[in-house]
């Protein structure tokens, strides 16, 4: 009797999203017969032109509790029995796999179908930007021009979905999350284009994947549902794929008018300013205490309690749709009229709200221009404890359903969330509903949800960004 073995992948019936492999066995008397039985199923598989065939892997061996290596080791030999090659390169230093993603020429990179990061959501956003930044030709996003006084504001930051090109100067913290402040600077190799210059990608096919090994690990857990390395390694041998909307942020160093080159920065899950930008500054300094790090500083900078002077203008979901007022202060009690909370559609696989937006399209380049019909700004300008720009819902352990828990993968939008300066019970009281399973952070007079496609933040006080 001879044998051959079938690796196969099922679907946990206990939880949705799990996916284990396992291993099946068929036997023939006939060698001959089992040759072409196997031969047979290596054709089909070979045929499949989604299934990626060679990979660059990029290793952060100080993600999370530093296990990034060990994961990998893991999850390897998967890769191996699905013949899918791949060339691993374990980082060395912040911004190491940037560098390698920004420097390598489009003939090179076009041997691989796809890069892996094995880490968090701040190492996917710096092979994110590694790519992106040198290759990707898109406009500035557009400001509005009567929102700023050059000689008061400390920093000009504008970020809509999805665009721009190269980068001169930007800093990067320990785990590779991209930084839009700072006084030291990094040089960046300059991009070694021989192809191609205008395409941001390499092929057609080629696409992001990534392995937790992080803290949070938000992007996988809104992907495919479970913080499993496993799972995320099966989904991207089987060439399983979602869009994902990518928010362009791009920071004037004097206002954006300046004849500098401003700094620009991709994200692919959130980017804020007070309140989180201070956390993440405060637990860079503790990197050693691994994902406790940001409880430490989590808990220190809410008993700071502090607040930051800001001007926010941003172009609102549609100008039928229902919106506070354009010059509204920070200290009005208009809040943005979304859907009730029994209406939330959460996003789904197949979910019908991204499907029904065209993949080959850039969703906010409609609004790229001032003049473009139905466009118009509206304003916020006070005190703040936080602004948040939220491109996914972000939903991770601590925040069971993210901090916009009906934001969608790629429906073209941003999720502004202001929270106006409030007394320190009220504040905490929002933060223990951001951590409960069913909560509603957004249900409070000092906060604001606006839906948006693009928003320009002007800093009135100087304070980290993440």
């Not at 999370?64 to 994961?71: F, P, S, T, Y």
């Not at 549609?318 to 920070?330: D, I, K, L, N």
Request: hydrophobic share 35%; proline share 6%.
């Amino acid at each position: 009797m001879y044998r051959f073995t079938v690796h196969v992948v099922h679907k946990s019936k206990t939880q949705p999203s799990p996916w284990t492999p396992s291993v099946y066995m068929f036997g023939h008397k006939s060698l001959e017969i089992c040759k072409t039985w196997a031969n047979l199923i290596h054709a089909h598989l070979h045929m499949e032109a989604k299934r990626p065939k060679n990979l660059l892997v990029f290793v952060n061996p100080r993600s999370g509790k530093a296990h990034g290596c060990r994961i990998w080791e893991a999850v390897a030999p998967l890769f191996s029995l699905a013949k899918v090659k791949t060339k691993v390169i374990v980082t060395e230093r912040a911004g190491h796999a940037r560098d390698v993603l920004s420097s390598i020429t489009n003939r090179d990179l076009s041997l691989y179908d796809g890069a892996v990061a094995v880490g968090g959501d701040g190492f996917f956003n710096e092979i994110l930007n590694g790519l992106l930044v040198s290759r990707h030709k898109a406009p500035y996003p557009p400001v509005p021009g009567d929102t700023m006084n050059p000689a008061e504001s400390q920093s000009n930051i504008t970020t809509g979905n999805v665009n721009r090109t190269s980068l001169d100067h930007c800093d990067y913290n320990e785990d590779g999350s991209p930084l839009l402040t700072g006084s030291e600077q990094i040089e960046t190799q300059p991009p070694n284009l021989e192809e191609d210059p205008e395409s941001p990608f390499p092929n057609d096919m080629f696409r992001f994947g990534l392995i937790p090994a992080g803290s949070t690990d938000a992007i996988v857990i809104c992907t495919t549902g479970v913080r499993d390395p496993v799972t995320s390694a099966l989904h991207i041998i089987l060439g399983k794929r979602v869009h994902l909307d990518i928010a362009q942020l791009v920071r004037w160093r004097k206002t954006h008018s300046s004849n500098e080159e401003p700094c620009v920065r991709y994200a692919a899950s959130f980017a804020g300013y007070g309140f989180y930008g201070d956390v993440i500054t405060e637990s860079e300094k503790h990197r050693w205490m691994g994902p406790k790090r940001y409880d430490y500083a989590g808990t220190k900078v809410f008993l700071q309690h502090r607040s930051y002077e800001a001007e926010v203008n941003y172009v609102e979901l549609e100008s039928g749709e229902p919106s506070s007022s354009p010059e509204a202060e920070v200290s009005s009690s208009t809040i943005w009229c979304l859907p009730k909370k029994s209406d939330w559609v959460s996003c789904r696989t197949n979910c019908a709200v991204c499907n029904s937006k065209p993949n080959d399209t850039k969703i906010g380049s409609p609004f790229l221009g001032l003049n473009s019909k139905g466009v118009k700004w509206s304003r916020s300008k006070g005190r703040f404890l936080s602004v948040g720009a939220a491109v996914i819902s972000c939903r991770n352990e601590k925040a069971p359903d993210g901090l916009v828990a009906d934001a969608h993968l790629s429906d073209g939008f941003l999720h502004l969330i202001l929270i106006k300066d409030c007394p320190h019970p009220s504040y905490l009281w929002h933060l223990i509903q951001l951590a409960r399973k069913g909560g509603d952070p957004l249900d409070f007079q000092f906060v604001e949800h606006h839906k948006v496609y693009i928003l320009q933040l002007a800093c009135l006080s100087i304070v980290g960004f993440v």
